[in-house]
């Protein structure tokens, strides 16, 4: 119950593409829903969060997208650049103002071809 | 600003030694954080601690130890290292309003 399952493993896309990420979980006690970004020998980075009393959002060329009911949430990239190249990790937590224990997906690694 | 550091940024050991994973934040963050991360896996969660003198297990925390005696430093003990604990391991901090973590950039282990 304490999983966070992503897909797809790894993705390629062209330049100006728009790349999409998948999350399930299954416990509904978590209620913050981040997704990272992690570029090779650098550790990751947080990319942009939501939580569930929303159903998207956006910043700048990133979306996240909520469905509650379906347990899911994704990440959409529009107009990918070989510059978003990077390993991108979904999580869930209880809580950010607890322990804040991250459960962190499988990672999904992109490639934006030029 | 350093932000989080880790030490060493490499290490290879040898099957039954011990080492110390270094981290050490100047956020003045009461949450810190061991994660581990292997292909395909993830970041697993290895120990925790809430602030100095607290420290709780996470995941998979056999194997390992740690401790906390300042807010700025959370030092990871490996004891009789196997070839299972071959990963790289991040450091993360976080503050009390927010659910950012700030990551290092990671300790990449060998055990041989």
């Known amino acids: 119950q304490q999983q966070v399952k992503q897909s797809p493993q790894s993705l390629i896309v062209q330049k100006g593409g728009i790349s999409i990420i998948n999350c399930a979980y299954e416990n509904t006690a978590f209620d913050y829903f981040p997704w990272y970004q992690q570029f090779p020998g650098k550790g990751p980075a947080l990319l942009i969060a939501i939580r569930p009393d929303v159903s998207e959002k956006k910043e700048g060329r990133f979306t996240i997208s909520f469905n509650k009911s379906a347990k899911q949430f994704s990440l959409h990239i529009m107009d990918s650049q070989p510059g978003d190249s990077a390993t991108y990790f979904c999580a869930a937590s209880i809580g950010s103002g607890n322990t804040g224990k991250l459960i962190f997906g499988q990672g999904t690694t992109l490639q934006v071809k030029p | 600003n350093a932000g989080v550091t880790q030490t060493p940024k490499f290490r290879i050991l040898k099957i039954g030694q011990s080492m110390t994973l270094q981290c050490a934040q100047d956020m003045n963050h009461n949450y810190m954080y061991w994660y581990r991360q292997d292909p395909g896996m993830g970041l697993k969660l290895i120990y925790y601690?809430?602030?100095?003198?607290?420290?709780d297990k996470g995941e998979v925390p056999n194997g390992y130890n740690v401790s906390r005696s300042t807010t700025e430093d959370f030092p990871l003990r490996l004891e009789l290292a196997a070839p299972s604990q071959t990963s790289v391991y991040f450091c993360?901090?976080?503050?009390?309003?927010?659910?950012?973590?700030?990551f290092g950039e990671g300790s990449r282990l060998t055990v041989l």
């Open positions: 601690s809430v602030g100095a003198g607290i420290t």
């Open positions: 993360a901090t976080r503050g009390s309003n927010t659910g950012e973590l700030f």
